[in-house]
């Protein structure tokens, strides 16, 4: 059985830092590209970053590019998101995904190419 669990988000102030995590069992972790999205009360679910299987190729939504750092340790099965410089509008609830291919592909951003998905961790931003 798949499980991916995120952990790390809560309460910052703007300006601040957050690392959230995930960890994935029950697959193969390293034949997987994984992606963290974010879903804002009365938004739609909208792809923040995504990382190939080997860590070489990584994509950002222009809204994080330059603050956020994806990363995947394959040892440990386990993806980071590194959030500096947040924004009140960085304020979501934080998913983790796992894509078949081990590839992000022009589709990465779609909720629709991703086959497993956590629970979600609440990042809140103050201003």
């Known amino acids: 059985q798949v499980q991916v669990v995120e952990s790390g988000g809560g309460l910052v102030q703007a300006g601040g830092s957050l690392r959230l995590s995930c960890t994935a069992s029950?697959?193969?972790?390293?034949?997987?590209?994984m992606g963290w999205f974010r879903q804002a009360p009365g938004k739609e679910r909208e792809g923040v970053s995504c990382i190939q299987w080997n860590g070489d190729v990584r994509y950002y939504a222009d809204s994080v590019k330059g603050r956020f750092t994806i990363s995947r340790d394959n040892a440990k099965n386990t993806l980071y998101l590194q959030m500096d410089s947040l924004k009140p509008d960085d304020t979501a609830m934080y998913y983790c995904?796992?894509?078949?291919?081990?590839?992000?592909?022009?589709?990465?951003?779609?909720?629709?190419?991703?086959?497993?998905w956590g629970q979600g961790t609440q990042v809140t931003v103050s201003s």
């Open positions: 029950g697959l193969t972790f390293v034949n997987y590209a």
């Open positions: 995904a796992a894509k078949t291919s081990g590839y992000c592909a022009a589709s990465w951003s779609s909720r629709y190419v991703y086959n497993y």
